[in-house]
């Protein structure tokens, strides 16, 4: 009885090892390719809107003059924010748009 106890705790553990490689593995490995520039053009300026809220008229609004008024001046624009007033948030986007 012992040794079928220690025999199915070993498999087990093989077994959980052998899943937490595979899945380390898929997470560390990137197989996504970067992103092409925006409608396949090379744009002279990239420009990021970041707002502290999101999905409000006001922001929507802009950010459809902003786009529109972008493509015609040969820049590209993303709109990014939050949901809320996350300053840490905020200033991570901030940094990564720098």
């Known amino acids: 009885m012992r040794k079928m106890s220690i025999l199915i705790v070993c498999i ?4 959980l090892g ?6 380390a593995k898929k997470a560390f490995t990137s197989r996504e390719d970067l992103p092409a520039a925006a409608d396949g053009q090379d744009m002279k300026y990239r420009l990021v ?25 040969g820049a590209s624009l993303e709109v990014w924010g939050s949901y809320g007033k996350n300053q840490e948030d905020f200033l991570k986007k901030l940094e990564i748009a720098i």
């Open 12 to 15: 087990t553990c093989i077994i």
């Open 18 to 23: 052998y899943f937490t490689l595979a899945l």
């Open 49 to 73: 809107l970041i707002t502290q809220e999101l999905d409000t008229l006001f922001w929507d609004k802009a950010g459809i003059a902003a786009k529109e008024q972008a493509r015609k001046d």
